[in-house]
T-cell receptor, first 111, second 113 residues
């Protein structure tokens, strides 16, 4: 597996606004996963997008993948205070199943 | 609720001591992963077991060891503890089939005094 680099490191928005965070990686992937971590808690799997997919939706989440640019973005629409968390991307390549995480994006949604 | 159970939730001990962290994976998951999260190192993969066998090793110190038992629960043993071992230790499990996500427990917070 390889490490993804999330950007920005921190993002602060008002409730109801959309939040976009990005992930870049270095080599070709089989899939890319996004996880959320609330403070002091375990990571929660949000969405997985395969290398042959360009866009995927899950509720208020929209993930895009551009393999030519080796990047992915996570959009959270109509954000809520409960979305305040750190968000990590985990690109996966080869047969390795373990995940390698970057520093994440710390999202703060202000009420 | 991820279905992954980790015990204990908190552990406070002293340098030089040895501790054991326990993980029960989600029902049906054969793979167990251990991760360490600290302020300076971030979230790092330590080791993976699949159906009782070690499958992958990451940044795991020689003072640390793990095993997975026939009932698929796993234990992470940390010995000769140092101040720098203070961290959150997470266990995750997955079905290890195709594109299956990992499901994380809530971690054990280890504090070394």
């Amino acid at each position: 597996s390889q490490q993804g680099e999330e950007d920005p490191q921190a993002l602060s928005i008002q409730e109801g606004e959309n939040a976009t965070m990005n992930c870049s990686y270095k080599t070709s992937i089989n899939n890319l996963q996004w996880y959320r971590q609330n403070s002091g808690r375990g990571l929660v799997h949000l969405i997985l997008i395969r290398s042959n997919e360009r866009e995927k939706h899950s509720g208020r989440l929209r993930v895009t993948l551009d393999t030519s640019k080796k990047s992915s973005s996570l959009l959270i629409t109509a954000s809520r205070a409960a979305d305040t968390a750190s968000y990590f991307c985990a690109p996966s390549s080869g047969s390795a199943r373990q995940l390698t995480f970057g520093s994440g994006t710390q999202l703060t949604v202000l009420p | 609720d991820s279905g992954v159970t980790q015990t204990p939730k908190h552990l406070i001990t002293a340098t030089g001591q040895r501790v054991t962290l326990r993980c029960s994976p989600r029902s049906g998951d054969l793979s167990v992963y251990w991760y360490q999260q600290s302020l300076d190192q971030g979230l790092q993969f330590l080791i993976q077991y699949y159906n009782g066998e070690e499958r992958a090793k990451g940044n795991i110190l020689e003072r640390f060891s793990a095993q997975q038992f026939p009932d698929l629960h796993s234990e992470l043993n940390l010995s000769s503890l140092e101040l720098g071992d203070s961290a959150l230790y997470f266990c995750a499990s997955s079905a290890d089939r195709g594109d299956q996500p990992q499901h994380f427990g809530d971690g054990t917070r280890l504090s070394i005094l």
